[in-house]
């Protein structure tokens, strides 16, 4: 189970303040700013209930907690920024080791109120509509917790988890959720007067929504007690299914039928409204985005795997070689360079999955073995990082989208590395909710990866990704640099030049206008050998 949560404190986050009828009871409200070039993650929203609840006791802030725990650094050799805790994560301490559990959540925090124009939310079909603007996407199958900070109830952190199938581990899970969206706040000083309750779940074979209400109650019973025992109440807990949603905490049948209440209409609400103005949008559903990370599988999945099997076999005996893994690294930098200009000459077109369906035809199975093995390494896999903005980023978020849908049969974790680089671009483009989705994924696959852990945590805690863009864009031209320091090094050797037939310097007297002969003697006719090494006489007996 992996977390999704919003940044903190991003350029185009929106705040929230509402007032409430009685002053013991917040009401949730959020104020969207003025639309922004790239969409923004977190949407406006406002809350407001149409009946009261008065708060239980004192409350406690929301801060972003960390996802996957201290961050250990790999166990690889070679300096890299992508793989420097300190770089990615800034100053932000490790989490406690309550958050490296199975069951593991992060939650963040909103920016203060903005004096823009606000967003109210009354009632309980206000609240099941303005979900998916919360997160960026639906989510399926899935637990989510908002709180609300202030007398006007003005959203903050938020934490997602998905449900487990198990009802025995709801007890801990609803007692790790609630101490990870409480606790979390109290290292930031914003106590959160209360908590709205989420449960995102759709029928199963033979199910209807009013089913799915009853057999998650007590999981919503359970997260009402958890937040209470932290003197934070449950303001609001609903549960959405099957195109309806049913209040756990109304005992009104004529506000909350027992047969559910209709979700309003995708679009018509003063939400989606306010998203629009915002330049928000959703982008599906948690399983659709998913979907797109997922590997192929059926005859074409064990083609694939095939593939990967005789690339694997070829790779051994080629990095054993003198510089076999240098020459490995620049093969498969080589190799996505020229996939990724392949991709941008070729946009696709129409719905997700037809898109998906267009790229999978551009890449070959060799291709895609040579290119999903060669990341495994380290250095490779940060210098691939380098396409992250500009023309190239769209073309290599859809090449590593690809890549990891051809992570099939027993090379499933191996599509942690271009999971981790999807999940960077994303986050690099501005598309938080994307990026959660790409780097849980990886970290279900391997919770130690460290890139994955550090990414992660810095989008749950707001940070900017400028500055490891402007990293990763001096390694890039240092790179090049040192490509072309020998080939500019070598290119003066190869030139023969003539050696000088006269001595630089003075010369001495007597000897003007004599030629030089070989090691400093004179021309030929100066002095001779008898071949063995001596002098030979001259005319007059005397030697010269």
Not at 109 to 133: G, H, K, N
Request: proline residues 11%; positive net charge.
């Amino acid at each position: 189970m992996n977390p999704h949560s919003e940044p903190s404190k991003r350029p185009g986050d929106t705040n929230s303040a509402a007032t409430s009828s009685p002053p013991s009871a917040p009401t949730p409200s959020n104020s969207p700013r003025p639309p922004k070039p790239a969409p923004p993650a977190n949407p406006p929203n406002a809350t407001r209930p149409s009946r009261p609840i008065a708060p239980t006791g004192p409350t406690d802030p929301a801060r972003a907690a960390d996802p996957a725990g201290p961050a250990d650094p790999e166990h690889t050799t070679g300096p890299s920024a992508l793989s420097n805790p300190a770089y990615i994560a800034g100053s932000a301490n490790p989490s406690d080791s309550s958050s490296r559990s199975s069951h593991s959540a992060s939650a963040e925090e909103s920016t203060a109120p903005s004096a823009d124009a606000q967003v109210t939310l009354r009632s309980p079909a206000e609240l099941a509509d303005a979900l998916p603007y919360f997160l960026g996407f639906y989510p399926d199958d899935s637990v989510v917790m908002v709180a609300l900070h202030g007398e006007r109830g003005r959203f903050g952190g938020r934490v997602r988890l998905g449900i487990p199938t198990d009802a025995a581990q709801w007890p801990d899970v609803a007692d790790q959720l609630a101490d990870c969206l409480i606790s979390a706040g109290q290292e930031r000083d914003d106590q959160p007067a209360a908590i709205i309750v989420y449960l995102c779940q759709e029928p199963a074979a033979g199910e209807s929504g009013k089913d799915v209400k009853d057999r998650l109650r007590p999981l919503a019973q359970r997260l009402r007690t958890a937040c209470g025992a932290l003197d934070v109440p449950v303001l609001e807990a609903l549960c959405l299914s099957n195109g309806r949603f049913w209040s756990y905490c109304c005992p009104d049948f004529r506000c909350c039928p027992a047969e559910g209440t209709p979700m309003v209409m995708p679009g018509t609400s003063v939400m989606a409204a306010a998203a629009a103005y915002a330049g928000m949008q959703v982008r599906g559903s948690l399983k659709e985005m998913e979907a797109r990370l997922r590997p192929r599988t059926g005859p074409r999945a064990a083609e694939q795997e095939k593939a990967l099997d005789t690339a694997s076999g070829a790779l051994v005996p080629h990095m054993l070689r003198r510089d076999g893994a240098a020459a490995v690294r620049r093969d498969t930098l080589d190799l996505a360079g020229a996939m990724i200009r392949r991709f941008r000459l070729d946009p696709p077109s129409g719905s997700n999955r037809a898109r998906d369906a267009c790229d999978d035809a551009l890449i070959t199975d060799s291709e895609a073995a040579t290119l999903i093995l060669g990341l495994q390494d380290r250095v490779t896999r940060d210098r691939a990082a380098e396409w992250m903005d500009g023309p190239a980023a769209a073309p290599a978020l859809r090449l590593w989208r690809a890549l990891a849908r051809r992570c099939a049969g027993g090379y499933a974790e191996h599509a942690v590395a271009p999971l981790t680089l999807a999940g960077w671009v994303c986050w690099s483009t501005e598309d938080g909710p994307s990026a959660r989705v790409a780097l849980s994924c990886a970290l279900a696959l391997d919770p130690d990866y460290t890139f994955a852990q550090l990414l992660h945590r810095a989008i749950n805690e707001g940070l900017d990704p400028e500055p490891l863009r402007r990293c990763l864009r001096a390694q890039h031209q240092e790179a090049a640099a040192a490509t072309e320091a020998p080939m500019s090094s070598t290119a003066p050797a190869a030139k023969v030049t003539p050696r000088p037939t006269k001595r630089s310097g003075p010369t001495r007297s007597g000897s003007a206008g004599r030629p030089r002969g070989p090691r400093g003697a004179t021309g030929p006719g100066s002095r001779t050998t008898d071949g063995r090494g001596r002098r030979r006489a001259g005319r007059d007996g005397s030697r010269r």
